[in-house]
């Protein structure tokens, strides 16, 4: 199993859920974070001054699959989070030792 953890534009987020949903993903879990990458953050103008946000709202989404599912996850978290601007987001895919269904005690796969 592996864990996705996607950090990704706030305005792409109902568009992400809702692929990952159709894609057969329809349990994730999300965070509203803030954060900066290479750009540093950016420069926006308020009447005559400007001024630099260098901590940009992001949304942060994981799930866990199975290993066999990763690459249609991430090829669908890319396709509709990509803008191709900067700023787009990251993805990290972490490996998960053991999963457990707190209600039944099912574990591995079955407890995805």
Same mark, same amino acid.
């Given at each position: 199993?592996?864990?996705?953890?996607?950090?990704?534009?706030?305005?792409?987020?109902?568009? @992400?859920?809702? $692929? /990952?949903?159709?894609?057969?993903?329809?349990?994730? #879990?999300?965070?509203?974070?803030? &954060?900066?990458?290479?750009?540093?953050?950016?420069?926006?103008?308020?009447?005559?001054?400007?001024?630099?946000?260098?901590?940009?709202?992001?949304?942060?989404?994981?799930?866990?699959?199975?290993?066999?599912? @990763?690459?249609? $996850? /991430?090829?669908?978290?890319?396709?509709?989070?990509? #803008?191709?601007?900067?700023?787009? &987001?990251?993805?990290?895919?972490?490996?998960?030792?053991?999963?457990?269904?707190?209600?039944?005690?099912?574990?591995?796969?079955?407890?995805?």
């Amino acid at each position: 199993m592996k864990k996705i953890e996607a950090i990704i534009r706030p305005e792409k987020f109902d568009e @992400v859920k809702n $692929a /990952l949903a159709d894609a057969g993903f329809p349990g994730i #879990t999300t965070y509203e974070v803030k &954060g900066r990458g290479r750009q540093k953050g950016i420069t926006l103008s308020y009447r005559t001054s400007e001024y630099r946000v260098d901590m940009l709202s992001k949304v942060k989404v994981e799930l866990t699959v199975r290993d066999e599912d @990763v690459e249609k $996850a /991430l090829e669908t978290i890319i396709k509709v989070a990509k #803008t191709g601007n900067i700023g787009d &987001g990251k993805i990290f895919v972490l490996p998960v030792e053991e999963a457990i269904r707190v209600r039944t005690g099912e574990r591995g796969d079955s407890a995805l």
